[in-house]
């Protein structure tokens, strides 16, 4: 990372960001990478799924891997078995996710609403993984009336955790409204770790308003499923210089890379092509001639359909439409 400049982080995305996207978007300028989120029990377990989702490859450093629970000593030793299996650069607790199998069982957001045992279990994390450092990924609160994101910050900097991003909703929100960049300023201008700002930032333009929050790096996620160029083209707003979309071939060129990296990686075509047609989706957003486009990929099952349909689709789209930049609007 040059001097001076300020880090993009890929955000974690469970059943999206896995090694091969993940070394996607850092080709294309994201500079921290995080694992999705992995279950403490599932890792204390020694189950072999979770621990596939704990490697990445040297290419992907800076990395951290990210956990969630609501047991702080299990937590802890989970850390400590992730270090030992794959010696990651950070650590990285969720204190965001809102979804009920998460927070019922005390972890994710569940734990922005009960600020003692974030403590504990942000103390017992730093103290089981020093000295590598530990950062934390939270929401802004629970619901609206309880936005109590400055208050869990100064705890979690109290607590020794290093680096913390902030998604600037509630859990109540789930992905709904907009990300509150306001309450975002105010955490980064509450602690003194670096802070990162996270939510909907969809282009260059977004990301240049949202750095004026005082943060210290900026988060992705959906956006960059639908364009991986995000990282870059955030790059050249942040910088001033000029940035040039990809052209329609590029974009379907790295979406063939990626697909046919899944089918090595899993070796069925046929189960890693389904499992490739809610991110074709996002990837085609915003393409011209979308709708027929994506009737034909939601039922793709090889790779040998996707070059038909994508050679179609090429073959179908006027130069000028194809060069167009594409929006990207998200979901
Ligand atoms: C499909 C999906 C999976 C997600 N999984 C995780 C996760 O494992 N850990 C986490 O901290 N956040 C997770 N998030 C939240 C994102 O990291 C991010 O905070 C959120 O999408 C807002 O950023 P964006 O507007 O740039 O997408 C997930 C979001 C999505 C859409």
Not at 186 to 213: F, H, Y
Not at 234 to 253: F, H
């Amino acid at each position: 990372m040059e001097k001076g400049h300020l880090p993009l982080f890929l955000a974690p995305m469970a059943g999206v960001t896995n090694s091969i996207f993940r070394t996607i978007c850092k080709e294309k300028g994201a500079d921290i990478l995080t694992t999705e989120f992995v279950s403490a029990d599932g890792i204390m377990h020694r189950n072999a799924r979770t621990r596939g989702y704990v490697e990445f490859t040297p290419l992907e450093r800076p990395m951290g891997v990210q956990l969630f629970g609501g047991d702080p000593e299990r937590l802890a030793e989970a850390a400590q078995q992730v270090i030992d299996w794959v010696k990651p650069d950070f650590i990285d607790i969720n204190f965001g996710c809102p979804a009920s199998k998460v927070v019922c069982r005390n972890g994710g957001s569940a734990l922005l609403r009960d600020c003692p045992l974030l403590e504990k279990v942000a103390n017992a994390v730093v103290r089981a993984c020093a000295p590598l450092p530990v950062t934390a990924k939270i929401r802004i609160g629970w619901d609206a009336a309880s936005i109590n994101a400055v208050q869990t910050a100064q705890l979690l900097e109290g607590a020794g955790i290093r680096r913390i991003a902030v998604h600037g909703r509630t859990k109540a929100q789930g992905y709904s409204g907009e990300a509150d960049w306001e309450v975002i300023a105010s955490v980064a201008a509450s602690v003194l770790i670096p802070v990162i700002g996270n939510g909907d930032i969809v282009d260059g333009e977004t990301a240049r308003k949202r750095i004026k929050a005082g943060v210290s790096g900026l988060m992705i996620g959906r956006a960059a499923m639908t364009n991986p160029w995000i990282f870059t083209e955030v790059k050249a707003a942040l910088e001033g210089i000029p940035y040039t979309a990809p052209s329609l071939e590029m974009r379907w060129e790295l979406v063939r890379r990626h697909c046919f990296a899944e089918v090595a990686s899993k070796r069925d075509e046929r189960f890693a092509m389904q499992g490739m047609r809610s991110r074709l989706m996002a990837y085609t957003r915003g393409m011209p001639a979308a709708r027929p486009l994506r009737s034909s990929l939601s039922g793709v099952g090889s790779l040998m359909e996707l070059d038909t349909i994508i050679a179609s689709h090429l073959s179908e789209i006027p130069e000028e439409a194809a060069s167009l930049e594409h929006s990207s609007n998200i979901v």
